[in-house]
């Protein structure tokens, strides 16, 4: 059975940081790539940021490259996303998403196959 469940979510400053960390399970998804998206009210589910399962490639949406650092534990089964300088334009439900079964784009929901519940980031001006 696939979980995956984020969590490191909560209020924080604007410049401040936090750490969001999706910990998954279940044989399907050891070997995927993963990614972090987010949700702001009343808008759609976007791309944040990708992760290949061997660790060559990472990817970023460009508002949050510089800021935003995707890793990845593979012994330890999590994939995490630290996040300096936030801005209040970063508040959103964040997701963790494994990309199984689908090769398609990266930056798109319908290419992944499993989502954990997602975790509110909040960030205050």
């Known amino acids: 059975q696939v979980q995956l469940v984020e969590s490191g979510g909560g209020l924080v400053q604007s410049g401040g940081s936090l750490r969001l960390s999706c910990a998954y399970s279940g044989q399907t998804v050891t070997r995927a790539p993963m990614a972090w998206f987010r949700q702001a009210p009343g808008k759609e589910r976007e791309f944040v940021a990708w992760?290949?399962?061997?660790?060559?490639?990472?990817d970023y949406t460009d508002s949050v490259k510089g800021r935003f650092t995707i890793s990845r534990d593979n012994a330890k089964n999590t994939v995490n996303l630290e996040m300096n300088s936030l801005k209040p334009e970063d508040t959103a439900v964040y997701y963790c998403a494994a990309q199984v079964y689908n090769s398609a784009s990266i930056y798109f929901p319908n290419s992944y196959d499993y989502w954990g519940q997602g975790t509110q980031v909040t960030v205050s001006s």
């Open positions: 992760h290949s399962w061997r660790g060559e490639k990472v």
